[in-house]
């Protein structure tokens, strides 16, 4: 699959041509690998050197860069914990499903985060996602609702269980 076209102008004995594979940086900063394919099209003999007009394409697994991009666009990037629109589409793939959800915020977050500035108001939020996926149930599902808001979908767990986890969580 192509991706990226562009226009290569070489003139010999002054630049080396060759395929080669490097780096292709995507959103945030993620990585894939490519190949550049080169296709000479015109090839003129002159007295300076040969000069060769090719268009290079690079070569990308465009299902790779996909599973990337949905992956990046599905998480949220402080905590790495699924964002809301992943939520939303975990509660369309449960409607009609028996399941218990919990909306849980970090009381006086505020205070914290104007107090002691958005950087401390980060690591308490990191902290919480990272204490929270430790305590829940392996099938239990958490998001990071938005701000100082986060989600618990659990897919089966009786009420005293669910009271049980709601006083850990606090």
Do not use: W
């Not at 939020?125 to 100082?148: E, K, N, Q, S």
Request: some cysteine; overall charge negative; glycine content about 8%.
């Amino acid at each position: 699959a192509t991706v990226n076209c562009g226009l290569f102008l070489y003139l010999a004995g002054n630049v080396a041509v060759s395929p080669s594979s490097s780096p292709f940086n995507a959103v945030q900063g993620s990585t894939f690998e490519h190949s550049v394919a080169l296709r000479v099209f015109v090839a003129v003999a002159g007295a300076s050197g040969l000069f060769l007009a090719a268009i290079t394409e690079d070569l990308v697994d465009i299902a790779a860069v996909q599973a990337e991009l949905r992956r990046i666009a599905l998480t949220d990037p402080l905590t790495g914990l699924p964002n809301r629109a992943r939520l939303d589409e975990l509660l369309l793939q449960l409607r009609g499903t028996d399941h218990t959800v919990l909306l849980c915020d970090v009381d006086r977050f505020k205070r914290i985060n104007d107090g002691y500035g958005h950087a401390a108001g980060d690591r308490l939020l990191v902290t919480v996602a990272r204490r929270m996926r430790r305590i829940l149930p392996p099938d239990a599902h958490l998001a990071r609702f938005g701000g100082d808001e986060f989600v618990v979908v659990l897919l089966t767990a009786r009420p005293e269980e669910v009271d049980d986890l709601v006083r850990r969580i606090e």
